[in-house]
């Protein structure tokens, strides 16, 4: 049974700093491709950041140069670190992986099968 355990939100002030992680067990982060997502309040859930099974990155564009997805295999982690956030950065934040077959956009929500529970990142400005 896939299970994915998202953790490191938490509130912060404009410009600063956070990583989320995203723990998973019965499914191996480092041979899928798995991507993050968010969601505020009365908005639809976006995708974020992706990394496809090549190691390939892909950011939205609201996010690009600021935002950084990575994997670590030993400890079968998906993290993603994410610098000078902005009010609009606030939302909660998902992992999801189990890529559907015939679904290449890593960015878009049904392209995903599993999904965690959440975590909240909240900015003040």
């Known amino acids: 049974q896939v299970q994915l355990v998202e953790s490191g939100g938490g509130s912060v002030q404009s410009g600063g700093s956070l990583r989320l992680s995203c723990a998973a067990s019965?499914?191996?982060?480092?041979?899928?491709?798995m991507a993050w997502f968010r969601q505020a309040p009365g908005e639809e859930r976006e995708g974020v950041a992706a990394v496809d099974i090549s190691g390939t990155e892909t950011y939205v564009d609201a996010v690009k140069g600021r935002f950084t997805i990575s994997r670590d295999n030993a400890k079968n982690t998906l993290y993603l670190q994410m610098n000078t956030l902005k009010a609009e950065d606030t939302a909660m934040y998902y992992c999801?992986?189990?890529?559907?077959?015939?679904?290449?956009?890593?960015?878009?929500?049904?392209?995903?099968?599993?999904w965690g529970q959440g975590t909240q990142v909240t900015v003040s400005s």
């Open positions: 999801a992986a189990g890529r559907r077959t015939g679904m290449w956009n890593l960015l878009v929500p049904t392209t995903f099968t599993y």
């Open positions: 019965g499914y191996t982060v480092s041979r899928h491709s």
